[in-house]
Structure formats: structure tokens, C-alpha cells
């Protein structure tokens, strides 16, 4: 999770997606791409904060893959 904190503050967007969330174009952007076979139609755009650490958390069964998370 921390890697990926850092790919946010990287970016000069930690602040804002700690305080309006993680839009998934922008969690593309970055290089996280959806799980094969995953649904994410019923996942909030932009996705809080709290639901990004919990499926990050997730691993395996996580519905988005992490590229930093190899």
C-alpha cells in the first residue's frame, strides 16, 4: 500500500484522492488496470479512498491489479 501512496504523491495527487477519492481513469493513468474477470460496475467513480486500501488489501481477490504490488 505504501508503494502506492507513493505513486500518488509522485503524481501530486495524494491530497486529492485522500479528500474526493480515486477517479478510475486516473488509477489507469498510473498504470492500475482491472482484474480479469472482475465487475466494477457497482464501484463508486471516483472510488474513496477507504475502498482503494480495502481491495488493495484484498490481493488476489482484489478487483484492480497494482502494478507495484509484483
Request: proline residues 7%; charged residues 20%.
Amino acid at each position: 500500500m505504501q508503494a502506492g501512496m507513493d505513486v500518488l504523491r509522485d503524481a501530486g495527487l495524494f491530497s486529492a484522492v485522500a479528500k474526493d477519492g480515486l477517479p478510475i481513469a486516473t488509477a489507469v493513468a498510473v498504470g492500475v488496470d482491472v482484474r480479469e474477470g472482475a465487475d466494477i460496475s457497482g464501484v463508486p467513480d471516483p472510488i474513496p479512498m477507504n475502498i482503494v486500501l480495502a481491495d488493495h488489501r484484498a490481493g488476489d481477490n482484489s478487483l484492480f491489479v497494482y502494478p507495484w504490488c509484483g
